[in-house]
């Protein structure tokens, strides 16, 4: 196939030299001789790892003179073993990265700025793409990587535990506009029985989880341009607050765990009533579920609806020896053609607008209906990269240990943000 290939594009450049044919669109230069790029994804089950080695075969069939090998890493430890390696100059020359951490690799000096050949290639269109993640992807006049996918969070619930209490099913409930913080606390409160060790919610203890309730109560974690603390608002204390009442005061949830631990573990056994996350859970729970489920939008809070619109680029390594062949291939990657293939395996929402590829996601089911997650698009807050500071230095040094404390009942959510806020304040670039 790639002999065949280069024997077209020789015929195409003689033909073009007599007059023959058009002048093709730009692109960046193709390797004169094969050349290796290295991807990584971060693969939650070999199912999907499978899907992403097929989709590198093919890509690397496609191109001329590209030989791409695929290098997935697992999700513990996923970004302290990506950072080591881009500091040494021995990580891959395409990563998927999550969205939050664009800011923090770019700063370092790390990554390829993609504009110039972006620039260059009468091909590609930026507009492709969603807005959201674009508009965090550019700074500076600078292009920091490609989307692969977006996420929006929603709520997954046991339709059984919620059918056997006999309450209004939640999807209805936001159809009808009553989805809000009261009648999804109403329902977390019926569906825990202590006889029975069921629980109404429960939830992973990260910044995407914490942070929603601080949206959702009319807050943010940052000011209005970045330089500052967030979570002194008053709608974030009141949102946090919110939160930690449902663990301490009502006591409708158990201590939350790790991401992908205990909370998610007693949901997927048919403990927990309501379990919020994004769309990468729901391979896990097609596989392991065994009662009915569905999505709904996340509850509305005095803040309005609110959500997270996660997302995560690839990114090129800035040390990449073979910077137009990684360009080649970060556009394969982000195609519709191969963005429907991910689709399909449920576990992401594509982030290249085509309609083929939006059709791939909403026709992998189940779940039944998946208009949670795309309406929740309509008036989600884009995943955050930190160009103001360090994302790790202030969210996860700082923000996180205190939330921990509000979790755990040693705080008030007042008294939490103002000690995070002291010691995040000075941290942030004005």
Not at 9 to 38: D, F, K, M, S, Y
Not at 241 to 260: I, R, T
Request: charged content about 20%; glycine content about 10%; aromatic content about 10%.
């Amino acid at each position: 196939m790639k002999k065949l290939l280069v024997l077209l594009v020789i015929a195409a450049t003689l033909l073009t030299a007599c007059g023959g044919a058009a002048q093709p669109t730009t692109t960046p230069n193709q390797p004169a001789a094969e050349v290796t790029i290295r991807w990584r994804t971060r693969p939650d089950n070999q199912e999907e790892q499978n899907v992403y080695q097929k989709i590198s075969d093919e890509i690397d069939a496609k191109l001329a003179n590209v030989k791409l090998v695929y290098d997935p890493a697992p999700v513990q430890g996923y970004m302290d073993k990506l950072t080591t390696e881009l500091s040494a100059g021995t990580a891959p020359d395409i990563t998927w990265i999550p969205g939050a951490s664009t800011a923090d690799l770019a700063s370092k000096g790390v990554l390829l700025d993609l504009m110039p050949m972006a620039s260059k290639d009468s091909a590609f269109k930026l507009t492709d793409y969603y807005d959201a993640p674009m508009a965090e992807l550019q700074h500076d006049g600078k292009l920091w990587g490609l989307p692969r996918d977006i996420s929006t969070m929603v709520i997954y619930y046991n339709m059984d535990l919620f059918k056997a209490k006999g309450l209004p099913d939640p999807a209805e409930q936001a159809a009808k506009g009553e989805w809000n913080w009261d009648n999804f606390l109403k329902a977390a409160q019926a569906i825990r029985d202590e006889s029975a060790g069921t629980y109404g919610f429960s939830f992973s203890n990260w910044w995407g989880l914490w942070g929603f309730f601080a949206y959702s109560g009319g807050g943010s974690l940052f000011n209005a341009d970045r330089t500052a603390c967030g979570l002194d608002q008053p709608g974030s204390i009141t949102g946090l607050q919110f939160m930690s009442d449902l663990f301490n005061k009502y006591k409708v949830a158990p201590p939350p765990g790790a991401e992908g631990g205990v909370g998610e573990t007693d949901f997927l056994a048919g403990k927990v009533g309501m379990f919020p996350n994004g769309r990468w859970m729901t391979p896990g729970m097609r596989q392991n579920a065994k009662f009915n489920w569905g999505v709904v939008e996340m509850p509305e809070g005095p803040g309005g609806k609110k959500t997270w619109l996660f997302w995560g680029p690839y990114v090129v390594s800035g040390k990449t020896a073979n910077a137009d062949a990684a360009w080649q291939v970060i556009k394969e990657l982000t195609s519709p053609e191969v963005q429907a293939k991910v689709a399909a395996l449920g576990s992401n929402i594509p982030s290249n607008k085509a309609a083929s590829a939006k059709q791939a996601f909403l026709d992998s089911k189940p779940p039944a209906d998946n208009s949670a997650f795309i309406k929740g698009a309509d008036y989600a807050v884009a995943e955050i990269p930190l160009w103001t500071g360090n994302w790790g230095d202030i969210v996860d040094a700082i923000y996180q240990p205190n939330v921990d404390k509000l979790l755990n009942g040693k705080a008030t959510a007042e008294e939490i943000a103002k000690e995070a806020c002291a010691a995040a304040n000075p941290l942030f670039k004005k």
